[in-house]
């Protein structure tokens, strides 16, 4: 939740049931992923331009050939006069484009101060990259532009397929998996571990149940350089 004001310092994962391959949480190191990124031009490019999370809301009273969510079911709002009065109140960039449709988007520093290591934590959420709905049909028909959830640089500039592949295998290259077992509890700081849920496949019978929970509400005060 690094794209909000307000995050969860806290992050409680727990283990009910797990198939017999599969379904590991993987967490990453953020401080030794930000010693490394902070040596390569994207690294320094994020620390001056921050990044720009958008988000794409379908109309609930208009005909959709993709949806993912409605802006009446994300904001609890009837009216575009209701989206736009949160946009407001939050700073967010709102645009609204053809069938009712609405774009928000508002630009984040790409680092977080961390005040037990006393650094700046490579803080951005990138499972809202547009690339994540490559696999996802009808998403995946969509420009990158018009996809539910996509970040891009500060200044507006879309990731590269190369800088894209690059940020992946950098948190690939700090991260350990967690195999579960039944019963398992993890808990982690939010800041200082990143994590991800790789694909896997059910075999006839099997499930994966996990738990979450958060905690220690904490607002963002952006990097100290």
């Given at each position: 939740m690094s794209y909000?004001?307000?995050?969860p310092?806290c992050?409680?994962f727990g283990?009910e ?5 599969g379904g590991?949480?993987?967490?990453a190191?953020?401080?030794?992923v ?7 031009e994207?690294?320094?490019k ?11 809301l379908?109309?609930?009273?208009k005909?959709?050939d993709?949806?993912?969510?409605h ?5 609890n709002?009837s ?6 009065n949160?946009?407001?109140r ?11 449709r609405?774009q928000?988007s508002?630009?984040k ?7 037990a290591?006393?650094?700046n934590l490579?803080?951005v959420n990138?499972?809202?990259?547009s ?5 996802w049909?009808p998403?995946?028909?969509?420009p990158?532009e018009?996809r539910p ?5 500060g ?7 190369t800088?894209?592949?690059y ?10 998996p967690?195999?579960?077992?039944p019963?398992w509890i993890?808990m ?5 571990w ?7 496949t ?6 994966r149940k996990?738990?979450?929970m ?7 005060i952006g990097?100290?350089?």
């Open positions: 909000l004001s307000r995050f310092r992050l409680v283990c049931t797990i198939p017999r391959q590991e949480t993987l967490i190191d953020t401080q030794a930000t010693h490394e990124i902070l040596q390569t994207i690294g320094q994020l620390k001056q331009n921050g990044v720009r999370y958008v988000r794409n379908t109309d609930a009273n005909p959709n993709a949806v993912y969510k802006w009446q079911d994300a904001f709002v009216s575009e006069q209701g989206v736009e949160i946009a407001q939050e700073g967010w960039d709102l645009k609204w484009k053809a069938d009712g609405v928000i508002y630009q520093e790409a680092y977080e101060y961390n005040e290591l006393n650094e490579l803080f990138l499972s809202l990259l690339a994540y709905f490559d696999d049909h998403f995946n028909t969509l990158h018009d959830f996509n970040v891009v640089h200044d507006g500039e879309p990731f590269t397929e800088e894209t592949e940020l992946v295998k950098i948190f690939e290259n700090h991260c350990l967690i195999f579960w077992k019963g993890a982690f700081d939010n800041e200082r990143a994590h991800a849920r790789p694909p896997f059910l075999q006839a019978g099997e499930s996990l738990g979450a958060m905690g220690v509400p904490k607002n963002r990097a100290k350089f």
